[in-house]
Antibody
Framework: EMQLVESGGGLVQPGGSLRLSCAAS????????MSWVRQAPGKGLEWVAT????????YYVDSVKGRFSISRDNSKNSLYLQMNSLGAEDTAVYYC????????????WGQGTMVTVSS | EIVLTQSPATLSLSPGERATLSCRAS??????LAWYQQKPGQAPRLLIY???NRATGIPARFSGSGSGTDFTLTISSLEAEDFAVYYC??????????FGQGTRLEIK
């Protein structure tokens, strides 16, 4: 079964940092682009970042540029999101998603991990 | 940035009825549009990709149509499990990848 499992969420103070992880299984992780998508409480979906199979290309939504960094370790079948200078506006469920560029869609999603930025 | 506008915000229908959800793009996205279903407390699920192609395992009652700026998701005969929030998403001329604000499909 193809699966994505996120971890690393929690409560963090404004200005703090957090690193999210996503463990992939059931498919050849290194063959796929991967992305992070977030959803603030009661709100819609927002794309956050995308990384190419070999990590050579990375893309971010403007609101996180310079603060967030996406990375991957294909030897560990893992995706990461380093989040710095967090603000209340970053409070959300963060989903890891397999990015099927051939389909122009995200075809597998994790269950999400909650990040709460509050003092 | 391409803005996607979904309508209506809320759609109230009964099981067995036909649902028609709309997604309009601020500029052409060709056919690079996907639809997702999200139920409370769950991750989104891909329904349709490239405007009209059903994803693996998606029932035939779900269909997508459109190109350019106007797209439609149709559910031919609603079943109880179809009541959820639906999002459209585009990947034309990205980044950024953008989503619509969602349509809530509720039981009448």
């Amino acid at each position: 079964e193809m699966q994505l499992v996120e971890s690393g969420g929690g409560l963090v103070q404004p200005g703090g940092s957090l690193r999210l992880s996503c463990a992939a299984s059931g498919f050849t992780f290194s063959n796929y682009w991967m992305s992070w998508v977030r959803q603030a409480p009661g709100k819609g979906l927002e794309w956050v970042a995308t990384i190419k199979q070999d990590g050579s290309e990375k893309y971010y939504v403007d609101s996180v540029k310079g603060r967030f960094s996406i990375s991957r370790d294909n030897s560990k079948n893992s995706l990461y999101l380093q989040m710095n200078s967090l603000g209340a506006e970053d409070t959300a469920v963060y989903y890891c998603a397999r990015d099927r560029t051939a389909l122009n869609a995200f075809d597998i999603w994790g269950q999400g991990t909650m990040v709460t930025v509050s003092s | 940035e391409i803005v996607l506008t979904q309508s209506p915000a809320t759609l109230s229908l009964s099981p067995g009825e036909r649902a028609t959800l709309s997604c309009r793009a601020s500029q052409s996205v060709s056919s690079y549009l996907a639809w997702y279903q999200q139920k409370p407390g769950q991750a989104p699920r891909l329904l349709i990709y490239d405007a009209s192609n059903r994803a693996t395992g998606i029932p035939a009652r779900f269909s997508g149509s459109g190109s350019g700026t106007d797209f439609t998701l149709t559910i031919s005969s609603l079943e109880a499990e179809d009541f959820a929030v639906y999002y459209c998403q585009q990947r034309s001329n990205w980044p950024p990848i953008t989503f619509g604000q969602g349509t809530r499909l509720e039981i009448k």
